[in-house]
């Protein structure tokens, strides 16, 4: 008795398939098949060849495979054919045949060679199957795709095709002139994150909220003209080309964007509002100056007003009647002075809009240029490509930044001062728009740079002091957007003006 249980004794006998098993599964396989000797004479076809060529097992067999070739294959592919099978290695390849009738079709070819047990090739077994249908709709879907490419690369806008995580899997040539001259690597990504920053998270969850038209974005560059461009986004559905995608009906979303450039239009538009806000800027400085000039009136009469009001406190006790006429002529002094104030021009109210900061930056660089160049300045303009909106005062914030571009302007505008630049930056750190004006000037000593904030300080002619504001208005419009302004040292050795607005900050 075996000590293997018959349960688990391994396969004594093999059901052998019998060799017209063979033969029929040959005869009857739907793919055409033909088996040659080592010369390629036909020693047997199955059905499916005959359907293929046309020629029944009987008239074809003993025939050299060659009868079917339409002779118009090019040499070199029946050499590396031959080449390959006399090597003993299998040959795939496309051969143009030609059936029975005379109709040529595109064959698809796997020869293998068979081997006997000496090494020896006996025979070769040859595949085939007619890919002439096939072969068409390749050439129109070809056809169809280069005519599509060449209607979007002759468009006047770009196009970009996104996947579902972002990644651009089909342009057209406006949109890779873009990436040249927005010198950025993916415009898509910048356009989107300026007109809809959350885009990316809501194409994963949120689709749907994805499509928009026509939503402006500026790009400033550091060298050359803003480019501002229309764009629009659709959402479509993407089928994947992954295996197992072959069984889901639904595909995944995607995002054309359509972009057309408006620099043109909006350029024209630009210089007819610079004009008047040229003038808009002219009339408001004349009226601080009046503002200021009778601020600092006030402010000089009311230190002797003071010191007399003091005298005459002492002067009560000694000879109340002098200090009766002191203290009338101070009384009508002041009701005078309090009527001046009133006639102070009172600064404009302004609503609070959202703001790009390069474009008041821009609108100030255009303004005080014929200053800049009567000056000899030159202008070193690196603005972040995008920024996102603040919420702010589009004029006190000109004014602001024009305050600080005039000032370092008159730093370096000094008789015998060779090294005269300016470096205008924006940025985004810490959720701030960040602002830097740097100029090659002498500088402000340390010991002024809180002083500088003050009222009516100056650096002028080295005195410290003259009639003025200083700083002090542009630091109340910085505090008024809730932000902060700090003068520092720049990398040249002259004066350094930061300004940082919150992104989250509202102007008071």
């Not at 005869?27 to 059905?47: G, H, R, V």
């Not at 690196?382 to 571009?405: D, H």
Request: aromatic residues 4%; contains cysteine; hydrophobic residues 40%.
């Amino acid at each position: 008795m075996s000590a293997v249980p018959s349960a688990q004794a391994p396969n004594a006998q093999k059901t052998e398939l019998p060799p017209e098993a063979y033969r029929q599964a040959v005869d009857q396989a739907d793919l055409a098949i033909s088996i040659t000797d080592p010369k390629a004479n036909i020693l047997f076809a199955n059905e499916a060849f005959a359907r293929v060529t046309g020629y029944t097992p009987d008239e074809i067999i003993g025939q050299n495979e060659s009868v079917l070739s339409n002779h118009t294959t090019p040499p070199e592919l029946y050499k590396s054919m031959w080449g390959e099978l006399a090597a003993q290695r299998p040959w795939t390849g496309k051969l143009l045949n030609v059936r029975k009738g005379g109709e040529r079709y595109l064959a698809e070819l796997h020869i293998s060679p068979v081997v006997d047990s000496k090494g020896k090739t006996t025979h070769f077994l040859g595949m085939h199957r007619d890919i002439t249908e096939m072969r068409r709709l390749e050439s129109m879907v070809l056809n169809q795709k280069q005519l599509i490419e060449s209607v979007v690369d002759s468009a006047p806008m770009a196009f970009a095709l996104l996947d579902q995580k972002g990644r651009v899997i089909l342009d057209n040539q406006e949109y890779k002139k873009l990436v040249s001259d927005l010198r950025v690597k993916e415009p898509a990504h910048t356009l989107l994150d300026s007109v809809m920053p959350n885009w990316l998270g809501s194409l994963a969850s949120a689709p749907g909220k994805c499509g928009f038209v026509s939503r402006e974005a500026r790009i400033d560059r550091a060298a050359g003209r803003p480019r501002w461009l229309s764009v629009s986004s659709s959402v479509i559905e993407m089928h994947g080309d992954e295996a197992d995608s072959y069984l889901h009906t639904g595909g995944k979303p995607g995002l054309l964007l359509v972009i057309s450039d408006i620099t043109s239009l909006r350029e024209e538009q630009e210089k007819a509002r610079a004009a008047v806000l040229q003038a808009v800027l002219a009339d408001e400085e004349r009226t601080a100056a009046i503002r200021e000039g009778l601020s600092a009136a006030i402010f000089r009469l009311e230190e002797p007003m003071n010191v007399m009001a003091s005298a005459a406190s002492v002067l009560q006790r000694r000879d109340p009647a002098s200090a009766g006429v002191l203290q009338q002529a101070l009384a009508a002094s002041r009701e005078h002075m309090e009527m001046l104030r009133q006639v102070i021009p009172q600064s404009p109210q302004e609503i609070a809009v959202r703001i790009n900061i390069n474009e008041i930056l821009r609108d100030v660089l255009e303004i005080c240029t014929p200053r800049l160049l009567a000056a000899g300045v030159i202008v070193d303009w690196q603005p972040a490509a995008t920024l996102p909106p603040i919420i702010g005062r589009p004029l006190q914030l000109r004014m602001l930044f024009k305050a600080l571009v005039d000032n370092a302007i008159e730093a370096m505008n000094i008789k015998g001062w060779k090294r005269r630049e300016l470096s205008l930056t924006s940025a985004v750190e810490r959720d701030c728009v960040v602002i830097a004006v740097l100029d090659t000037g002498p500088g402000i000593p340390h010991e002024w740079r809180h002083k500088a904030f003050e009222p009516f300080f100056t650096a002028k002619n080295g005195s410290g002091r003259h009639i003025g504001t200083g700083l002090s208005r542009a630091q109340q419009v910085v505090a008024d957007h809730g932000g902060i302004i700090d003068l520092a040292e720049s990398p040249s050795g002259g004066c350094a003006a930061i300004v940082e607005f919150r992104l989250d900050g509202d102007p008071i």
